[in-house]
């Protein structure tokens, strides 16, 4: 169990409110990267990228350091006799070397796209089952959480300043609505 001292901050945020506004977050960007991929634009769509998968390894590493401990300390989640912490654990291993694969790529290099897009169904899956089984039996559980959200929110702000990420989602936000309005425009022009 998770417990604050005086001299941490608290957040107020429970653990499942943000891990899921970080799944919607993750899922308007592979929604981004859709839009753009429709459109071909290359030097946003590895914006975008880019960004989704700084994103995801943060996420992961939340999940399997905080989250999921907490979580197989105060109830068992099994799914089809199989232990559902350990799928999700290789779905992040899986979505890892997605990311690895994609950071040696750029767009325009054969099986892009398409990594990207098996990236973005395999964390929609993900997402499905975390949401449909584990967060509901979570949220049934003993378990403090907005205590164990605020060390999720601390290790979180930790890893986004070691991955350096100020400016980074503003600038695939802005290359989004870049692509947007020029595609807007040509459909005028048209």
């Given at each position: ?159 986004q300043s070691e ?28």
């Amino acid at each position: 169990m998770i417990t604050l001292t005086s001299k941490m901050p608290a957040f107020d945020k429970d653990a499942i409110a943000m891990l899921t506004a970080d799944h919607r977050r993750i899922q308007e960007a592979f929604r981004d990267f859709e839009r753009l991929k429709k459109r071909g634009s290359k030097r946003n769509k590895l914006e975008v990228v880019k960004q989704v998968c700084v994103d995801l390894q943060i996420h992961t590493i939340v999940e399997n350091e905080v989250f999921y401990p907490a979580v197989n300390g105060v109830l068992t989640i099994r799914n089809a006799d199989n232990d559902f912490i350990d799928e999700a654990k290789v779905a992040h291993v899986e979505t890892n070397n997605l990311i690895v694969q994609l950071g040696s790529m750029k767009p325009g290099d054969k099986l892009y796209d398409a990594k990207v897009t098996v990236l973005g169904e395999n964390i929609n899956h993900h997402i499905e089952k975390e949401e449909s089984v584990m967060f509901p039996l979570v949220t049934k559980a003993k378990l403090d959480l907005v205590a164990l959200g605020d060390h999720m929110t601390m290790r979180k702000a930790q890893l986004q300043s070691e991955m350096s990420l100020s400016g980074r989602r503003t600038k695939a936000r802005k290359c989004v609505a870049r692509a947007s309005v020029a595609a807007d425009s040509e459909s005028r022009d048209s």
